[in-house]
């Protein structure tokens, strides 16, 4: 099959477009995450008519290739607790499907007033906490890590099956508040979580079909190029830049949200 074959159908606006959105988000995701704010309303607005579970496939492709590529650039700085890594990745895999699963029967929309109150109240604390990620705040006991980032995996693995738009932001908080961690630790910690996540959630667009592969594997491709590029500036920026970042993808998902629940509903 030739490439011209793949992409049949697409303008070279659309996969231009598409392309240098994919490397951006990747980009930002690797950062602080946020980069399905990018990347999923590309292919809904580049794409106005296609079945909604075929964008939220090809994004996961994209993003998961992405992630796992930032995961890896951070293993090389960030010494992992490999027993709390893979408890949280269970409860976060098994509540991605869930989540996925429920796409077909539960309205998204219905989550967006909620998640834009949240997404505020996140924005002044950030805001307000200017030390906010800075050094590791808590040392929690094993088993309060264990249990705390296992009900954060579950509760944001089941949104960024459900949705997903934010879910590496959703983490990277919860891991610097509740575990306690710093931002680059934080950001190192939600980038597997978010790799199995998408690993998941995918398993359930992949086997009903929802996904585009030429398109997914162009965009899995600039994503690679932009998480390489974002996870080697924040090991080498540190933890003010990257909550300088996450500071910024907040505000906008505040912005995007609005527009969303107020103007366009």
Do not use: W
Request: aromatic residues 12%; hydrophobic residues 55%; glycine residues 10%.
């Amino acid at each position: 099959m030739l490439i011209s074959d793949i992409f049949a159908g697409y303008s070279g606006l659309t996969l231009i477009s598409l392309a240098l959105l994919a490397l951006i988000a990747g980009f930002i995701d690797s950062v602080a995450g946020g980069g399905g704010l990018i990347q999923l309303p590309a292919l809904l607005i580049n794409l106005p008519h296609s079945p909604l579970p075929a964008l939220f496939g090809t994004n996961k492709i994209a993003a998961l290739a992405g992630t796992s590529v930032a995961a890896f650039q951070y293993s090389k700085r960030v010494k992992y607790d490999l027993l709390i890594l893979t408890i949280i990745s269970a409860f976060a895999f098994l509540a991605s499907n869930l989540g996925a699963r429920s796409l077909s029967v539960i309205n998204p929309d219905t989550l967006r007033p909620l998640i834009l109150v949240i997404l505020i109240i996140i924005a002044i604390y950030t805001f307000l906490k200017k030390d906010l990620g800075s050094v590791k705040t808590k040392e929690l006991s094993r088993i309060k890590l264990i249990l705390f980032g296992s009900v954060i995996g579950f509760i944001v693995g089941f949104y960024d099956g459900f949705f997903g738009p934010g879910t590496g932001n959703f983490l990277v908080l919860g891991f610097v508040i509740i575990l306690g961690f710093e931002f680059v630790m934080a950001s190192a910690y939600s980038k597997i979580v978010n790799s199995v996540t998408n690993i998941s959630a995918l398993l359930v667009f992949i086997s009903q079909g929802n996904y585009y592969f030429g398109l997914a594997i162009m965009m899995a491709l600039c994503n690679i190029i932009g998480s390489i590029a974002g996870s080697r500036m924040a090991l080498r920026r540190g933890n003010s830049f990257v909550r300088i970042v996450f500071l910024v993808i907040v505000i906008i998902m505040i912005l995007r949200y609005s527009y969303d629940i107020f103007i366009v509903y």
